[in-house]
């Protein structure tokens, strides 16, 4: 079994930048990779960024690229969005997920979420 841990959201102006963090506990040794995903009210969730563990191989949705980065920290089992020129469309729940296969873009495990907030 897999925990994922969240942190780092909050409410933000237009042009600020925030920095989640994820910290995975317990099984994590068949990871394949990590991913960030939100979901904004009254829309389906959306994939943001993903990240190969091995090989730190990164892809972004569109909307962000340029503006956010995902990254990820092995010694501490943490993966990071830090996200810059904040838009007020960015505002939604934003949940870090981990991917056990390769075969599959389907991801296995959820975090419970973190809120982000950018006012105009």
């Known amino acids: 079994q897999v925990q994922l841990v969240e942190a780092g959201g909050g409410l933000v102006q237009a042009g600020d930048s925030l920095r989640l963090s994820c910290a995975a506990f317990?099984?994590?040794?068949?990871?394949?990779?990590m991913g960030w995903f939100r979901q904004a009210p009254g829309k389906e969730r959306e994939f943001v960024a993903g990240?190969?563990?091995?090989?730190?191989?990164?892809s972004y949705y569109d909307s962000v690229k340029g503006r956010f980065t995902i990254s990820r920290d092995s010694a501490k089992n943490t993966v990071y969005l830090q996200m810059n020129g904040l838009k007020p469309e960015d505002t939604a729940v934003y949940y870090c997920a981990l991917r056990v296969s390769s075969g599959s873009s389907a991801y296995d495990y959820w975090g419970q979420g973190t809120q982000v907030t950018v006012s105009s």
């Open positions: 317990g099984r994590t040794a068949s990871r394949y990779g």
């Open positions: 990240i190969i563990w091995s090989s730190g191989l990164t």
